[in-house]
């Protein structure tokens, strides 16, 4: 299983659409750079047709420490969350995704 990167993702900018490969890093970086501080902000990132980012708050409770079974405190933090649209989850499966008024409403 192959991962895609930064270098990757700027290479198909360049070849994709016509910058040059400078043009295309500095494109990909400021796309990432506005996702990344608007999900700082706590504000929900949706891009279309592939899914949303959230930033969710997770709330103090107790865990467990596996080894020893003695209860640890596990401390309040902000968690990310990706939730994939109707139109992606269908083509990781393989199908085309049915489109409903809402999810056209909504942009997903």
């Keep these: 299983m192959n991962t895609v990167t930064r270098a990757q993702l700027a290479e198909t900018i360049y070849a994709q659409v016509g910058l040059s490969r400078n043009e295309s890093a500095d494109l990909l970086e400021n796309v990432l750079a506005r996702v990344i501080a608007t ?3 706590g504000e929900s990132v ?3 047709g592939f899914g949303t980012f959230s930033v ?3 709330g103090r409770r107790i ?3 596996p080894k ?4 640890v405190p596990i401390l309040p933090r902000r968690v990310l969350v990706f939730r994939p ?3 992606l989850k269908a083509r990781v499966n393989g199908g085309t995704a049915v489109i409903d008024d809402d999810e056209e409403a909504d942009g997903e």
């Design 46 to 48: 949706k891009i279309s």
């Design 63 to 65: 865990g467990r420490n």
């Design 68 to 71: 020893t079974g003695k209860e």
């Design 39 to 41: 999900l700082e902000a």
């Design 56 to 58: 969710r708050q997770k």
């Design 85 to 87: 649209s109707h139109v």
